[in-house]
């Protein structure tokens, strides 16, 4: 028997639990917006469940033990470990692998929308924003991705 999204959203928001973003928000806020992104965009259950999970073994909130031995569906996994980064990877090497994993690029879609919202980078310095910016334009360049417009995402509950 495989998680469901109820569960899986709990173990998601309990392992990140403490953590903040980089504007000092409780992490679980964007795990929420990618969510809830990836649901708006179309995407499946197995999307959705990645995307709550999509930054747990990078942010060492949970370990790749872990996922290989959650009841999770294989294509869930192998989202999030698609969308894990490496340490020292190459953004080419990152992009050519979502790019190969089935399902992995609309979670990564909504994922760069909540990461790029303009609402979210207003409160970050001037550097760091501009950096983040063209970091994210970059990576949707290298998914063959559109510049998505400059709106809140869909269950994003932080104020502008």
Same mark, same amino acid.
């Given at each position: 028997m495989t998680l469901t999204l109820a569960d899986i959203e709990a173990v998601a928001r309990g392992a990140h639990a403490g953590q903040t973003d980089k504007a000092g928000r409780p992490y679980a806020e964007h795990l929420q917006a990618v969510a809830y992104g990836v649901a708006a965009r179309?995407?499946? !259950?197995?999307?959705?469940?990645? =995307? @709550?999970?999509?930054?747990?073994?990078?942010? !060492? =909130?949970?370990?790749?033990? @872990?996922?290989a031995e959650a009841p999770l569906t294989a294509r869930t996994?192998?989202?999030?470990l698609a969308l894990t980064k490496r340490p020292g990877e190459a953004p080419e090497a990152y992009? =050519?692998?979502?790019?190969?994993?089935?399902?992995?690029?609309?979670?990564k879609q909504s994922d760069l929308a909540h990461n790029a919202n303009p609402a979210r980078l207003a409160v970050l310095d001037e550097f760091t924003r501009a950096r983040l910016t063209q970091k994210y334009a970059r990576m949707r360049n290298l998914l063959g991705l559109p510049d998505e417009p400059a709106t809140e995402e869909v269950g994003d509950e932080q104020d502008g």
């Open positions: 179309g995407g499946d !259950e197995d999307q959705i469940a990645a =995307a @709550w999970l999509h930054d747990a073994i990078e942010d !060492e =909130a949970l370990t790749e033990d @872990w996922l996994k192998n989202i999030v992009a =050519a692998r979502i790019l190969a994993t089935p399902g992995a690029v609309l979670v």
